[in-house]
């Protein structure tokens, strides 16, 4: 599907705040409120919005470090290191990758002590090679699907 500037704005706006008005969308614009409600519809119908979400700052919940983690594995192995992973407390988001590394983690922990053991204990799986992580400086915003809550996160 090709964009025009109607389009790409409604995907702009509607990416910094969900709850951005129609109407405020179609003044930006200088096109009707029920240009920028069809328009959108047909977002959706395409397949390119799939839902509106919110996004969780885990550092208001006592997470102060936020890494991913690239990891290397017995090719063999995907299956059972990804469930290891989500096991582990502080792992909140793994899957397959393809390229240099196998799995692809986004990892969190409230102290960069936290953080290391983590990774060692990650490293320490059998059928892992190699755990390289690279922590977050910036933008901690996650989206709740990848952001598991529980009673000791809001400790």
Same mark, same amino acid.
């Given at each position: 599907?090709?964009?025009?500037?109607?389009?790409?704005?409604?995907?702009?706006?509607?990416?910094? +705040?969900?709850r951005?008005?129609?109407?405020?969308?179609?003044? *930006?614009?200088?096109?009707?409120?029920? *240009?920028?409600?069809?328009?959108?519809?047909?977002? /959706?119908?395409?397949?390119?919005?799939?839902? *509106?979400?919110l996004?969780?700052?885990?550092?208001?919940?006592?997470? $102060?470090?936020?890494?991913?983690?690239?990891?290397?594995?017995?090719?063999?192995?995907?299956? $059972?290191?990804?469930?290891?992973?989500?096991?582990?407390?502080?792992?909140?988001?793994?899957?397959?990758?393809?390229?240099q590394?196998?799995?692809?983690?986004?990892?969190?922990?409230?102290?960069m002590?936290?953080?290391n053991?983590?990774? $060692?204990?990650?490293?320490?799986?059998?059928?892992?090679? $190699?755990?390289?992580?690279?922590?977050w400086? +910036? /933008?901690f915003?996650?989206?709740? /699907?990848?952001?598991?809550?529980?009673?000791e996160?809001?400790?």
């Amino acid at each position: 599907m090709r964009f025009d500037k109607v389009d790409v704005a409604i995907l702009r706006a509607l990416q910094l +705040d969900a709850r951005t008005r129609y109407s405020k969308i179609a003044n *930006t614009c200088n096109v009707s409120v029920d *240009t920028i409600i069809k328009r959108y519809k047909k977002l /959706q119908q395409k397949g390119i919005v799939k839902q *509106t979400t919110l996004l969780l700052d885990p550092r208001m919940l006592g997470y $102060e470090v936020i890494a991913n983690m690239a990891i290397d594995v017995e090719p063999t192995s995907v299956a $059972e290191v990804l469930g290891f992973l989500k096991e582990q407390e502080g792992v909140t988001f793994a899957t397959h990758s393809m390229g240099q590394y196998d799995i692809f983690a986004i990892v969190m922990s409230h102290t960069m002590n936290e953080m290391n053991s983590l990774k $060692e204990h990650i490293q320490s799986h059998t059928m892992v090679r $190699e755990v390289n992580t690279s922590i977050w400086v +910036d /933008q901690f915003l996650l989206c709740p /699907q990848n952001f598991e809550l529980n009673n000791e996160a809001s400790q």
